[in-house]
């Protein structure tokens, strides 16, 4: 079957960095996805990497391996506002969305 | 508006209710979907719309009932569900890439709860 594993919850310190690792088995492999996602709110797009290596955008970055079938997503200089759920999501080869359970990240002061 | 507007935000229904979730998308994309969240659960596709056209029934009860008017707006009508069905239901749309990169928009869901 397919899968994507991501830790359930993570606590981090503002100002601190956290990476937020996403590991997948899927049938063939064409890009991964994360969002963001603040509670009572829309997930968001975050980053999208089909090549291997980092991908950086602002504190935010995103890393992929794919003959490990591995992803983490890097942020830095944290911030109160990142408290949220971190969405791991893999594109099969029939370009269907395999989704992880999503990573509650606590910043705190 | 902009984006991708849900209603109502929050619902509560017995079980031998009917009531519909709406969604409207104003991106101008082709292709709109529905998607179930519950906690600490991957998101559950449902069903996919391309160009009004349905795509995708991921073996959803026939209790969820969709319809597609037109391309920008999906609605999800609801009879006799279960308590089992309470979730967040999420609707999205994106413009279909042959590239893959086939970045999602979500509206802010629907909380619905079955008594």
């Known amino acids: 079957g397919q899968n994507i594993d991501q830790p359930t919850e993570m606590t981090a310190t503002e100002g601190a960095i956290v990476q937020i690792n996403c590991t997948y088995q899927t049938s063939g492999f064409n890009g991964l996805f994360w969002y963001q996602q603040h509670a009572g709110e829309a997930p968001t797009f975050l980053s999208y990497n089909v090549l291997d290596g980092l991908e950086e955008k602002g504190r935010f970055s995103s890393f992929l391996s794919r003959s490990k079938g591995y992803s983490y997503l890097l942020l830095k200089e944290l911030q109160m506002k990142d408290s949220a759920s971190y969405l791991c999501a893999v594109m099969d080869s029939n370009y269907q969305l395999i989704w992880g359970a999503g990573t509650k990240l606590i910043i705190k002061p | 508006e902009t984006g991708v507007t849900q209603t109502p935000r929050h619902l509560v229904m017995g079980m031998t209710n009917k009531k519909s979730l709406k969604c409207e998308q104003h991106l101008g994309h082709n292709a709109m979907y529905w998607y179930k969240q519950s906690a600490k659960k991957p998101l559950e596709l449902m069903f996919v719309y391309n160009f009004k056209e349905q795509t995708e029934n991921n073996s959803v009860p026939s209790r969820f009932s969709p319809e597609c008017p037109n391309s920008s707006l999906l609605n999800l009508h609801l009879h006799a569900l279960q308590p089992e069905d309470s979730a967040l239901y999420l609707c999205?749309?994106?413009?279909?890439?042959?590239?893959?990169?086939?970045?999602?928009?979500f509206g802010a869901g629907s909380r619905l709860t079955v008594l």
């Open positions: 999205a749309s994106s413009q279909e890439e042959s590239s893959g990169a086939n970045v999602l928009t």
